[in-house]
């Protein structure tokens, strides 16, 4: 008998997604969490840590452009940049597409994640084996950001869901660590989960950033196997505003996603999302 097996993330108490898969490719439980690769039938290899879908071969430049490219455009000059988490790679891969990035650095938690994704996902993965500019280093973002004040230009939180290792990373605190860390005029993005299932979330991050950070914009794209396909991202800013950046000036960097229109566009915020934004 044929049978089909089919993989489930329960996303609420209420709801999830399911997708057909064909095998599992690697499944081990790291010092922090459990990490799957599977093979599915619609989105090719999907990386899955503590059952909750992190990344796909499919989908997975709309997220890793969209948290890394809206930041580095609206920095003038970014040299030095962070990412904290984004052990899958894909960040630091747009990263270094930006002539400017001197060095870019990877602060991931699990070193298994790297590990499993160099050898699943290459293409997300290219940029942390063999790049000079690339620094990666297996330890705690948030130790890594206390021990780096007035360092960087842009730093990004590439998390998982706020549970297990990334609970610390939706914090004020740790959003202060970060204002800390960054230059005179730099900027942060944190990736702030779905307007449908996570609003308090969302409005508990925005406020937070806000009391912080003088320029503080949401901004969403569409992400089909992430909760709800809506997805959302919180910049923050010491001068840089990145709706005055000047769509000519936004260079053509082989994105799949990303674009000047885009870059201006996502901050269009429908009315139940632009809400959680006001006090």
């Not at 690769?37 to 879908?53: E, S």
């Not at 709706?243 to 429908?270: C, R, S």
Request: contains cysteine; proline residues 5%; hydrophobic residues 35%.
């Amino acid at each position: 008998m044929n049978m089909e097996l089919w993989y489930t993330e329960k996303q609420t108490e209420n709801h999830g997604i399911t997708t057909k898969i064909t095998e599992t490719l690697y499944s081990e439980k790291s010092e922090f969490q459990q990490i799957d690769v599977i093979n599915t039938k619609q989105f090719g290899r999907m990386l899955v840590l503590d059952g909750m879908v992190m990344t796909t071969d499919v989908d997975e430049f709309v997220y890793h452009e969209m948290i890394s490219h809206i930041a580095l455009n609206t920095h003038p000059n970014p040299k030095k940049v962070l990412v904290v988490g984004g052990g899958d790679g894909g960040a630091i891969r747009e990263i270094v597409k930006h002539a400017s990035v001197e060095k870019a650095v990877l602060a991931e938690i699990d070193g298994g994640v790297i590990e499993s994704c160099k050898k699943y996902f290459p293409e997300i993965a290219s940029a942390l084996t063999g790049n000079p500019r690339v620094d990666v280093q297996v330890i705690d973002g948030i130790k890594h950001i206390h021990d780096h004040k007035g360092e960087y230009d842009v730093i990004m939180v590439d998390s998982t869901e706020p549970v297990g290792p990334a609970v610390g990373l939706f914090e004020k605190g740790f959003y202060q660590g970060i204002h800390d860390a960054l230059k005179p005029d730099g900027i942060m993005v944190a990736q702030t989960e779905s307007p449908w299932f996570n609003r308090d979330l969302i409005k508990r991050v925005f406020k937070d950033l806000k009391s912080i950070f003088p320029v503080t914009r949401l901004y969403t794209c569409s992400i089909p196997t992430y909760p709800s396909g809506l997805w959302s991202f919180t910049i923050a800013s010491k001068q840089h505003d990145p709706l005055e950046v000047d769509p000519a000036k936004i260079k053509d960097l082989g994105t799949k996603y990303y674009n000047a229109e885009v870059h201006h566009a996502a901050f269009k915020l429908p009315n139940f999302v632009a809400e959680l934004t006001r006090e």
